[in-house]
């Protein structure tokens, strides 16, 4: 059960950010867009901690959050009115990487933040 809600939550995040890149630039408000960096950034590392929970693996979770944020700004290029931003890019792996590294120091924390079995 528990591998089912990590898959679930793996899949339902990306395709959340997948909607988001699929929002046509008129549609998005200047305020979001001059914080631009600041949410990929915020969003990028939620996506990290997921990722680490679903593979337990550090490098895995790493490979699976660049390679979705590549396949992400590519996907933005067709979006009308957004563009393919190697910046955002950089941002998305940086914040995967802070969250990746975080979850892993911290392991015993986070093990229990997501285990299903332990008792309030």
């Known amino acids: 059960m528990k591998r089912s809600i990590e898959i679930a939550g793996v899949i339902i995040y990306s395709i959340f950010l997948f909607c988001l890149s699929a929002t046509p630039g008129s549609d998005v408000p200047k305020t979001v867009m001059s914080l631009s960096l600041v949410f990929h950034f915020m969003l990028y590392f939620l996506y990290g901690l997921i990722l680490f929970a679903f ?3 550090p490098y895995k979770a790493y490979l699976a959050g660049a ?3 590549a396949s992400d700004e590519i996907h933005q290029y067709f979006v009308p009115g957004r563009t393919c931003d190697p ?3 950089l941002t998305d792996v940086s ?7 975080f ?3 911290w392991k015993p924390l986070f093990t229990f933040l997501t285990s299903s079995s332990r008792e309030l």
């Open 95 to 101: 914040a995967l990487a802070t969250a990746i590294v």
């Open 55 to 57: 593979f337990k693996n």
């Open 67 to 69: 390679f979705f944020a």
């Open 103 to 105: 979850a892993y120091l």
């Open 87 to 89: 910046v955002d890019f």
